[in-house]
C-alpha cells in the first residue's frame, strides 16, 4: 500500500462545477503540498499546509492531522484548470523528502 | 520572479547512449533534488543534495546513473547506458528551508 493515496485518479467534470480531490496518508508528516502539473510536466506549488485550511483564489485546501486527510477543492471550475493535481507529503521521520501521490487527473469540459 | 531552470526540456536518445540533464536551482537554494516520474505515476526521489554533497541517493541506480552537484549551485543528473524503462519525466526541485520546494518544468525524456 502506497504512504499517500489519491481519489479519484480520474475526474472529469462540467465547467463551473465544484471540484473536491482527496488524499489520504499513512505516515507522520510535518506539512502536506498540493502540486499542480500541467501537460507540459512543469509542477507548481499550489498550497503548503499543516494543519487547517488556506484559500487562493477558487483554490481551498483543508487537512486533518488526527484523520490523516487533506481535501483540495476548486469552485467555479474552468477549462484552464485542468491538470494534474498531487498531493505529496513531508515526512517527520528520516531523511527530508517529499513522498508523492499518484496524482489526479482532472478534465473540465467547457 | 526566481525559477528553477531545466534543460532540455524534451530528449530523445536510443537505448545504450549516454544522455545529460541539467538543472539550475534558485539562487540561495541549498538543498536540490531530483525526481523521475514514469507516466501516470507521482514523482519519486532520485538524489538530494545539501550543497555539494548527497544526503539521499538510495533510490539512484547507480549502475547507470550518476549524479553531480560540483559548486554546490546547479546540477546535471546523467545516465548511461540509456535504457527503454528510462523513459519518464525527471524534475528538479530546490529548497531554501524545510519545508518548502519549489519545481522546475522538468525534462521529458524518451529511450528509443
Known amino acids: 500500500k502506497n504512504e499517500v493515496e489519491q481519489s479519484p485518479q480520474n475526474l472529469t467534470a462540467q465547467e463551473g462545477e465544484f471540484i473536491t480531490i482527496n488524499c489520504s496518508y499513512s505516515?507522520?508528516?510535518?506539512?502536506l503540498h498540493w502540486l499542480q502539473q500541467h501537460p507540459g510536466g512543469g509542477i507548481v506549488s499550489l498550497f503548503m499546509?499543516?494543519?487547517g485550511k488556506k484559500k487562493h483564489g477558487r483554490l481551498i485546501a483543508t487537512i486533518n492531522i488526527q484523520e490523516k486527510h487533506s481535501s483540495l477543492h476548486i469552485t467555479a471550475s474552468h477549462p484552464r484548470d485542468s491538470a494534474v493535481y498531487i498531493c505529496?507529503?513531508?515526512?517527520?521521520?528520516?531523511?527530508?523528502?517529499?513522498?508523492f501521490g499518484q496524482g489526479t487527473r482532472l478534465t473540465i469540459n467547457p | 520572479e526566481a525559477e528553477v531552470a531545466q534543460s532540455p526540456r524534451y530528449k530523445i536518445t536510443e537505448k545504450s547512449q549516454a544522455v545529460a540533464f541539467w538543472c539550475d536551482p534558485i539562487?540561495?537554494?541549498?538543498?536540490l533534488y531530483w525526481y523521475r516520474q514514469i507516466l501516470g505515476q507521482g514523482p519519486e526521489l532520485l538524489v538530494q543534495?545539501?550543497?555539494?554533497?548527497?544526503?539521499?541517493d538510495s533510490q539512484l541506480p547507480k549502475d547507470r546513473f550518476s549524479a553531480e552537484r560540483l559548486k554546490g549551485v546547479d546540477s546535471t543528473l546523467k545516465i548511461q547506458p540509456a535504457e527503454l524503462g528510462d523513459s519518464a519525466m525527471y524534475l528538479c526541485?530546490?529548497?531554501?528551508?524545510?519545508?518548502?520546494?519549489?519545481f522546475g518544468q522538468g525534462t521529458r525524456l524518451t529511450v528509443v
Open positions: 526541485a530546490s529548497s531554501p528551508d524545510w519545508p518548502e520546494a519549489f
Open positions: 505516515v507522520g508528516i510535518s506539512a
Open positions: 499546509l499543516s494543519s
Open positions: 505529496a507529503v513531508h515526512l517527520i521521520q528520516g531523511a527530508q523528502k517529499l513522498v
Open positions: 539562487s540561495g537554494h541549498a538543498t
Open positions: 543534495f545539501q550543497d555539494e554533497s548527497v544526503v539521499d
